[in-house]
């Protein structure tokens, strides 16, 4: 029987989490934090940088230099906001839209097929495990923290 870890690091190997670029769109490489920076901008309505950083969970310095790389790509707009000049608010560009919507199809299609080799009983087991999962490190001092501090 496999251990605990063990099973999270096949999981994390075979889904691709380090793979340097989750993926090429109309020849671009985006990494997998930019795929996630883009999935969010496009999930929330006019999200601010800070608010996008926390629903990441990463430091606002770090997320800064992403979103300034997002925007020389042409993927992501940053437009200050009307109500606080110091905040900035992001949206994707027609060409980030169309990445975005490109790496959501991709990742769907990727999952379908890895369900289709359960049945509805199995797939819903797994799914459910997960949300239940999701929602134990979402109460859990150690979630977003490395083991060593």
């Not at 790496?103 to 949300?131: C, G, P, W, Y």
């Amino acid at each position: 029987m496999s251990t605990t870890r063990e099973l999270f690091q096949t999981m994390t190997r075979r889904f691709g989490f380090l793979n340097k670029n989750c993926c090429t769109v109309g020849g671009v490489d985006i990494s997998l934090t930019q795929s996630h920076i883009l999935y969010e901008i496009d999930r929330q309505h006019n999200p601010s940088m800070q608010q996008i950083a926390d629903t990441l969970g990463m430091d606002i310095t770090t997320f800064s230099r992403q979103i300034g790389t997002l925007v020389k790509m042409k993927l992501v707009k940053k437009t200050p906001s009307p109500e606080d000049r110091r905040v900035y608010i992001l949206s994707l560009t027609t060409e980030g839209k169309f990445v975005a919507t490109t790496i959501d199809t991709e990742m769907n299609n990727n999952l379908d097929e890895i369900f289709s080799h359960m049945n509805d009983f199995e797939k819903e087991t797994v799914l459910r495990s997960i949300q239940l999962l999701n929602e134990s490190m979402a109460k859990s001092s150690k979630c977003c923290t490395t083991p060593i501090g």
